[in-house]
């Protein structure tokens, strides 16, 4: 047995060593976990896996969505375990469910939840008590060890039976808490032994109670339902293995009805007593709350001390034991206090209860003595006498030897002093001992134990103390009270008489109490009525004690040295002074102006009266109070302050209003009085009086400064001395500051012009306009406008500031100025455009290693500037840079190649650093590096040149001759740094030279230097011009077969202006492949095919050079890609024509007249209209050159492939008959010839424009097919229009007619001529878009519109967007077979839209309907109408229609010979045009249409001549002298004789040549044209009939 014994105890001990580890582990895993519901769920989750590992997982799908919260309330919760049944799984469960119930309640022993345990089979032992743990971990622990019990059985109504009487009560040891709610959870797994229902009930009607039954097993049903009351809280589960599952429901059902508990209201505090501590501090209580109480607030405060006395708030949490109804308010004065208490719950609050205390009641003295009847009470009725009335009585009193004595006497037949006031001092000694005495009943012998109260209770009683006498009788008494209550009043014994229950006999009351006997006299029904009685009983006595030391007593001493101290406006401080506080309690003060007491405590010695008027006297009288007489009054007076407002600030927040504000000084202050001035002529603007602190005014004027006056306004009229603030308006910004522009050099700006009025005479108001680099900062331009103020002007200010530099950010900033004060800035910041312009810009720098770090900055952000003025891309016509900086070795840092990308180059420059060796350089190497820097230079493109010299001087290196290097087509500019500025050199576009004294200096000639370099460009060098007469224009690639595998190249292009003597081509991969020198013959258009092969996909890049007699050449060159089908490289046109900057409207706007050429408006000396209707008729073609003809064809949904290849032919053919190619080569001969004469200056550039074509096709987008080009050959045209195809989509008309007129037309570069623009809109359907706003936009900027179209569906849309009239310029088909009978027709139209007027075309604006007409054609005149009946005799009829035109008369005699062409001036020199070019032809003018072309009939016959046989060669030129030195300017307006002979002896030449070109041609031209117009449309016309008749 020994042995069995120890292995038991062994086996023990490690199972208690194996919780314990288990313990501290799961200890320290609850620690770690964070109260978050994520950390809460993976706890839970874990402790199920721990606890309940057998039980499956609860599916996804099964699991509830409700997500549980934190029980944190105040709450007692029992778990009633049923531990019967006999499965492991059921134990298991229920361990796992009360595991994770825990998880979620918040424990905390004393102000949160508190948990219990009880098994139901041990009915009347709880497993652990609400005061067993503290925290959760030991719970969780104790559940582990819950087991089930073989052979015990349920005892749920026994159980629930202790539960409500014991375990849920305040019993002790096992801690259930008053005023918190109480949660049973019971988990039955089988039924109960004994009856539920009665039992559940009782519990149920408890107050705040929570029943929730859990079932599983063999769990009746009925018996959850008693439990939980209702279905409610019944929470089942379907197996034992699914109890863990449903800790979430029992969650849920617990926090749903402890929120419903929640919602109850809560009933105010009663039972009030007050006990007092010391003389400083007092006990509140009130009887214990039956409700869901958390905490009671009370707020108190004196009750006669000033309003501005704080309250004061204190907070009593009824979950701290012992404590849960007093409250004690410490540091009090002695004086009263109003208190107000409120409970407050979780989700209610009660209504307040008012209260108040006398503080001064603390510390009096008394004799006092307490007689009871004991007659007829029994022991319930004694010990609420004793605990609820005796106990807060002397609770009122402090108790000792020289305050309050209190004594106890009993009687019934006998009176019995228990508590003799002599003997008991201490309020401790006197309640310990009434706790042990007690009652005794008999006969009620009231007037036996009133004798024996005086003699014997009052025998040891003070004789300088009040003594009091409380008798509580339960009845009348059974013997005589006569004659010792007279001798009780005559001693001044004051009686109360508290009657308790039925008296019967008014006379004892009249004898036992004093009088006046209702003030003595209390009535109470019963024993327990008492409870109240102790706060009502202690004011009487406190009372009565007062009483007696106002007329028993000596006064006490006065205060002295009463002062008024810090009067001000509304206020003073009363401060005195008292030393003998023995008998004081406080102090009391009157102020009679208003009437009003105060009372302080004993140990104030200020008071503050506040609401108080200014400037009034007031009176104040202080006394001493206390356990005495009251002292005397000492008085004291002042009067109060008047004060001003202060604060007072002016601020105007809008150009028309002013904000005012100011402090008032007091409360008092009835009314503020407000006059604003003119601070110079003190001339009252406005005066305001308002109550407010803030006043609104609009009368200010801009620019002024005003002085303000504010004054306080008080009862009686009283006003205070005026506040004093000053405002000076501001002028206000000017508004709407906007840029208008912004050019290259210049910006344009503008602002409203400042409207405003004034209190005096109108001055003048300046604007001024700066603008700052954004970059350093530093201003670099000013401009200043001056403007009169008018409040009535609306005016826009404009502001133009010149000379920026391109490429730049800038801040302009804009001012006001009026009356030596300035407005807020406005400001805008922008950049200045970069220019686009075609040059080759060398840099060639000296950078001296003396230069100083930030000189050295400057000078790079110089060169930084110049080149990012410069628009850079991967178009080779644009800018191109190249820098070498001068070293012993001239080092290259920027080749040709580079200057593809702006942030490359300025990268490169600010890497420029000092270098040695530029002082050593010769003229010969400075001179061989500049060439060395422009022989890979492109040829046409002007060359500009800047030198840099920051140490060596230029004179030493530059050439003696300043055009030298211009006979290379170098334009040089020269930057020299020098110790002394001189003034800007300028030849021309040869050569430009500064001379600065500063680095400073460089950045401001950026702009000076671009504009020398944009002058270049638009003014060339004369061998610029050479190299670009010399180059071929128009250049293209196209592909040409050469078997399968390998493609040939065909080269077009139009010749030069000046024939070259030949051509070297090359051809270049990745290395040269092919070059030949070949010879041309003289001819417009040229072709070449490539002889070498070339390879499919493949990037190749052909360069022709071409080379004079004189040496000078000219190359160009072309970059395309050999693709696996039919590939060709658009027209490369080399020489754009320059951008129109500001620079360059500014160069030619102040250029001479002689340098202007055909662009100055001036010096127009040529009709364009004959020169152009000159080179039609020489193309013999009936379209007018200088236009521009752009097809655009429907490829949409409703283009079928076969209507496709019948709009190509259409187009091919139109633009076939049209002659376009051969109007090309006459517009290219015309310049030619005007070139080689010297006269092509004189020539306006759409003279030789010939004809644009842009072909498109369109569906849900457009596509260009040709973009618009001149210089186009049929083949080229052909080629193009047969790649077209149908694309499918949606037509969407309006997008295409968007695109053509701003991306076809106003892009190119004839937007800058006056060309006559033509759409002929091809459609197969319905638009998707609308169409009309964008077909008027087109019309209304001069474009006519044909609109064909091929079907029904196009009949009705297409003739409102076609132009004026319809029967011109719409046209519908209903079959698209019949396109071919039309195109005679459309040709025809086409040709009339092209026709000018003199020097007039139909666009812009038109101020009629008709947009864009052409209307009373002669040709396409309707059938005549009916004949309209006779008129009357004596009526005039109306005019008819004026006849056709007659046969032209035989030639008149000539006229007079004319003064010889030598006598001309130039002025006088009108045309260079053949008279009889088809602009000599008669026009008439419609009376009724503006701007409309009327054709007239064809010339009659004219005789044959013979053909003009071929222009000879010219012979070679000599070799041009040396130029001499410049001669004096001479005057632009002027000429000299030899001048003006020269330009006439050309003007007669070209009028010769031209006639000599006529003649026969012409004549059979014009028959040509004449059959043409009339086939097809007019088959009984005349000039059919002259056809036929005419030889």
Not at 772 to 787: F, G, S, T
Not at 842 to 847: A, F, P, R
């Amino acid at each position: 047995m020994t042995n069995l014994r120890e292995i038991f105890l062994i086996i023990a001990s490690l199972a208690i060593a194996c919780g314990e580890a288990r313990s501290r582990s799961l200890r320290k895993r609850s620690r770690k976990q964070s109260d978050s519901p994520h950390h809460n769920h993976h706890t839970v989750y874990r402790a199920k896996t721990a606890v309940a590992a057998s039980q499956p997982a609860t599916p996804p799908s099964m699991q509830d969505t409700y997500e549980p919260t934190m029980i944190s309330w105040p709450v007692d919760v029992l778990f009633v375990v049923d531990r019967s049944s006999t499965l492991d799984v059921g134990m298991a469960g229920t361990k796992c469910l009360l595991h994770n119930l825990t998880q979620y309640i918040d424990v905390e022993y004393r102000t949160k939840a508190r948990i219990a345990m009880m098994n139901l089979d041990e009915p009347e032992r709880v497993a652990f008590s609400f005061r067993r743990y503290f925290e959760k971990y030991r719970y969780l622990r104790a559940y582990q060890i819950l087991d089930h019990e073989h052979g015990v059985e349920n005892n749920v109504g026994e159980t629930l039976s202790y539960v409500r009487k014991t375990v849920l009560t305040t019993a002790v040891g096992i801690g259930a808490r008053l005023n918190v709610p109480k949660v049973v959870v019971v988990v039955l797994g089988s039924t109960s032994n004994d009856l539920v229902s009665e039992e559940a009930a009782k519990l149920l009607a408890e107050p705040y109670r929570v029943t929730v039954a859990v079932g599983y097993g063999r769990a009746l049903q009925k018996e959850l339902y008693e439990i939980a009351g209702d279905s409610s809280g019944v929470v089942f589960a379907d197996s034992p293995g699914n109890i863990c599952a449903t800790w979430t429901k029992v969650h849920r059902v617990i926090t749903k009805k402890l929120s419903d508990l929640s919602k109850i209201p809560i009933h105010p505090a009663t039972g009030f007593s007050v006990g007092f501590v010391h003389e400083n501090a007092v006990e509140i209580r009130w009887d214990k709350p039956n409700d869901l109480v958390r905490t009671y607030d009370l707020n108190y405060r004196p009750t006669r001390i000033g309003p501005d006395e704080p309250t004061l708030t204190t907070k009593v949490n009824i979950a701290t034991p012992g404590r849960d109804n007093m409250a004690t308010l410490v540091n009090l004065e002695t004086i009263e206090y109003d208190v107000q208490i409120q409970g407050v719950g979780i989700n209610q609050t009660s209504a307040p209860v008012s209260l108040s205390f006398d503080m001064a009641c603390a510390g009096i003295k008394v004799d006092i003595i307490v007689l009871v009847d004991t007659s007829v009470l029994t022991d319930a009725s004694f010990e609420s006498l004793r605990h609820g009335f005796l106990r807060p009585f002397i609770h009122g009193f402090l108790i000792d030897w020289d305050k309050s004595r209190v004594g106890v006497m009993f009687y019934s037949d006998e009176a019995r002093y228990v508590a003799p006031l002599s003997t008991y001092t201490k309020r401790e000694d006197l309640f310990d001992r009434l706790n042990h005495v007690g009652y005794e009943n008999g006969a009620r012998n009231t007037g036996a134990a009133l004798h024996h109260a005086y003699f014997y209770g009052f025998e040891f009683a003070r004789l300088d103390v009040l003594k009091i006498l409380v008798a509580i009788t339960t009845g009348d008494s059974d013997d005589d009270v006569q004659q010792i209550s007279k001798k009780i009043v005559g001693d001044k014994t004051v009686a109360f008489h508290v009657r308790v229950g039925e008296h019967a006999s008014a006379r004892e009351n009249k004898v036992i109490a004093s009088h006046p006997t209702n003030n003595y006299t209390i009535n109470r029904d019963t024993i327990d009525d008492l409870k109240l009685l102790q706060f009502d009983l202690l004011k009487r006595v406190c009372n009565e004690v007062f009483g007696h030391y106002k007329t028993d007593s000596a006064p006490l001493t006065p205060p002295s040295y009463v002062q008024l101290h810090d009067v001000r406006n509304t206020s003073l401080e009363i401060i005195w002074e008292h030393t003998n506080t023995q008998l004081v309690t406080g102090f009391k003060i009157y102020e009679s102006t208003t009437n009003r007491y105060f009372e302080v405590g004993s140990t104030r010695r200020e008071l503050l009266l506040p609401d108080l008027l200014p400037g009034h006297e007031y009176n104040v009288s202080v006394w001493t109070i206390g356990h005495a007489q009251d002292s005397d009054k000492v008085y004291a007076s002042a009067i109060t302050d008047i004060l001003s407002p202060f604060g007072v600030a002016a601020k105007q927040i809008s150009p028309e209003e002013m904000r005012i504000t100011w402090y008032s000084p007091s409360e008092a202050v009835y009314q503020f009085n407000v006059i604003m001035l003119l601070r110079d002529s003190t001339h009252i603007v406005e005066e305001l009086f308002t109550s407010s602190t803030t006043v609104y005014t609009n009368a200010i004027l801009p620019s002024s400064e005003y002085e303000i006056l504010v004054r306080a306004e008080y009862v009686d009229d009283v006003l205070s001395e005026p506040a004093l603030a000053y405002c000076e308006t501001e002028l206000p910004a000017p508004i709407n500051f906007r840029v208008d522009s912004v050019g290259e050099t210049e910006m344009s700006v503008s602002w409203k012009n400042l409207n405003f009025k004034q209190h005096e005479g109108n001055d003048i108001l300046r604007y001024l306009v700066s603008v700052y680099d954004q970059v350093h900062d530093i201003l670099v331009a000013q401009e200043q406008n001056n403007a009169t103020v008018s409040y009535y002007s609306n005016d826009i200010v404009k502001c133009v500031v010149p000379n920026l530099t391109p490429g730049r950010t800038y801040r302009v900033e804009l001012t006001a100025l009026f009356r030596n004060k300035e407005s807020e800035v406005r400001s805008l910041e922008l950049t200045t455009k970069r220019i686009h312009a075609h040059i080759d810009l060398g840099l060639l720098i000296e950078i001296s290693p003396t230069l100083r770090n930030e000189e050295v900055d400057q000078a790079r952000e110089f060169l930084c500037s110049l080149v990012g003025s410069f628009e850079f891309n991967n178009n080779k016509n644009e800018v191109r840079v190249s820098a070498v900086q001068l070293t012993y070795i001239p080092k290259q840092i920027l080749s040709w190649k580079d200057s593809t990308s702006l942030d490359y180059i300025v990268n490169k420059l600010n890497g420029l650093f000092p270098r040695r060796g530029a002082s050593v350089f010769s003229p010969e190497t400075f001179n061989r590096t500049i060439m060395n820097m422009f022989r890979e230079a492109r040829t046409g493109i002007p060359r500009i040149l800047v030198i840099l010299n920051t140490n060596q001087h230029y004179s030493n290196l530059m050439p003696e001759a300043e055009d030298e290097y211009a006979r290379h087509g170098i334009t040089t500019i020269v930057v020299q740094m020098s110790s002394i500025s001189k003034s800007p050199y300028a030849l021309q576009s040869m050569m430009h030279r500064y001379e600065v004294d500063s680095f400073n200096r460089l950045l401001h000639l950026t702009q000076h230097i671009v504009t020398d370099a944009i002058r270049a460009e638009q003014f060339p060098l004369e061998r610029i011009q050479k190299e670009r007469n010399l180059t071929p224009l128009a250049l293209t690639v196209y592909q040409g077969n050469l078997g399968k595998l390998h493609k040939q190249g065909v080269l077009e292009w139009w010749s030069p202006n000046i024939w070259p003597d030949y051509y070297i081509i090359r051809v270049f991969n990745s290395k040269e492949l092919w070059n030949e020198k070949i010879t041309k013959r003289r001819r417009t258009q040229n072709r070449f095919t490539i002889p070498h092969p070339l390879t499919p996909d493949t990037d190749y890049r052909v360069e022709m050079e071409t080379f004079a007699r004189d040496g000078a050449h000219a190359k160009t060159w072309l970059n395309f890609r050999t693709t696996s089908n039919d590939w060709m490289k658009e027209i490369y046109d080399p020489f754009p024509a320059p951008s129109k900057s500001t620079i360059t409207k500014k160069l030619q706007r102040d250029a001479p007249i002689e340098n202007r050429g055909s662009t100055a408006k001036s010096h127009k000396k040529v009709r364009s209209s004959k020169l152009l209707a000159a080179i039609s008729k020489r193309a013999q073609s009936c379209l007018m050159a200088g236009s521009n003809v752009v097809f655009a064809v429907d490829s949409s949904n409703s283009t079928r492939a076969t209507d496709m290849n019948t709009v190509k032919s259409l187009i091919k053919k139109l633009t076939t008959s049209l002659k376009i190619e051969q109007i090309e080569k006459a517009a290219a001969n015309k310049y030619r010839q005007a070139y080689r004469r010297h006269m092509h200056k004189l020539l306006p550039q759409i003279a030789t424009y010939g004809v644009g074509l842009s072909v498109l096709q369109f569906a849900e987008s457009p596509q260009l097919v040709i973009p618009m080009n001149s210089r186009l050959t049929r083949k080229r045209i052909n080629q193009s229009v047969n790649r077209m195809t149908p694309t499918g989509g949606r037509a969407n008309v309006g997008k295409a007619l968007d695109f053509i007129r701003m991306e076809v037309l106003k892009i190119n570069e004839t937007t800058r001529l006056p060309t006559r623009d033509i759409v002929i809109l091809i459609v197969t359907g319905t638009s998707a878009d609308d169409v009309a706003p964008c077909a008027d936009r087109m019309k209304k900027d001069g474009t006519l519109l044909f609109t064909i179209g091929l079907n029904e569906a196009t009949r009705e849309w297409t003739k409102s967007v076609a132009s004026k009239p319809p029967s011109i310029f719409y046209y519908h088909l209903d079959m698209i077979q019949s396109i071919g009978k039309m195109r005679g027709r459309i040709r025809r139209c086409i040709c009339v839209a092209s026709q000018r007027g003199k020097g007039k075309i139909v666009r812009g604006k038109q101020t009629d309907e008709c947009t864009g007409c052409i209307s009373r054609l002669t040709k396409f005149r309707g059938p005549p109408g009916q004949k309209g009946s006779r008129g009357t005799p004596e009526t005039i009829g109306i005019a008819g229609l004026k006849g056709e035109r007659g046969p032209p008369g035989l030639p008149g005699p000539p006229g007079p010979a004319g003064p010889p062409c030598y006598q001309c001036q130039p002025e006088q020199i009108k045309e260079v045009i053949p008279r009889n070019a088809p602009e000599r032809r008669r026009t008439t003018r419609s009376p009724n249409d503006d701007e409309q072309i009327v054709v007239v009939g064809p010339r009659g016959p004219k005789g044959t001549t013979g053909d003009a046989g071929e222009r000879g060669s010219d012979g070679d030129r000599g070799h041009s002298g040396p130029q001499g030195p410049p001669g004096p300017k001479g005057d632009a307006a002027g000429g000299n004789t030899e001048e003006i002979e020269n330009v006439a002896r050309r003007i007669c030449r070209e009028i010769i040549e031209e006639k000599i070109i006529s003649g026969q041609e012409q004549q059979q031209q014009e028959k040509v044209e004449n059959v043409e117009a009339c086939k097809g449309d007019c088959p009984n016309h005349e000039g059919s009939k002259r056809k036929k008749t005419s030889p």
